[in-house]
């Protein structure tokens, strides 16, 4: 089974940029597609990002394309969330999941488990 800590997140500016690390145990994260998704306060939760285990794919909701960039490296059990151009629209709960099945990236209850998340907060 794989366990998830997330890390990285923080208070920063609109224009800042962040970089969140995703950190795994377990062997079968070298094997696993790794996604993010957030929670902002009295929303639901939405998909951000996420890579294939072999990160020759990534996939990215509109709302943060061109803006974040996911990445994984796997020989240190740890996937990455750059995030430039921060908006307020940006804050929320980050979290990281992994999936060992099929079906679309984009939907989070496609992934069997999420970690317990890091703040991200960015201010006008």
């Known amino acids: 089974q794989v366990q998830l800590v997330e890390s990285g997140g923080g208070l920063v500016q609109a224009g800042d940029?962040?970089?969140l690390s995703c950190t795994a145990s377990g062997r079968a994260f070298r094997y696993s597609a790794i996604g993010w998704s957030r929670q902002a306060p009295g929303k639901e939760r939405?998909?951000?990002?996420?890579?294939?285990?072999s990160a020759t794919s990534t996939y990215y909701a509109d709302s943060v394309k061109g803006r974040f960039t996911i990445s994984r490296d796997n020989a240190k059990n740890t996937v990455y969330l750059q995030m430039n151009s921060l908006k307020p629209d940006d804050t929320a709960v980050y979290y990281c999941g992994y999936r060992s099945g099929s079906g679309s990236y984009y939907y989070t209850?496609?992934?069997?488990?999420?970690?317990q998340g890091t703040q991200v907060t960015v201010s006008s």
């Open 17 to 19: 940029s962040l970089r």
């Open 46 to 53: 939405e998909f951000v990002a996420a890579i294939s285990w």
């Open 109 to 115: 209850s496609n992934y069997d488990y999420w970690g």
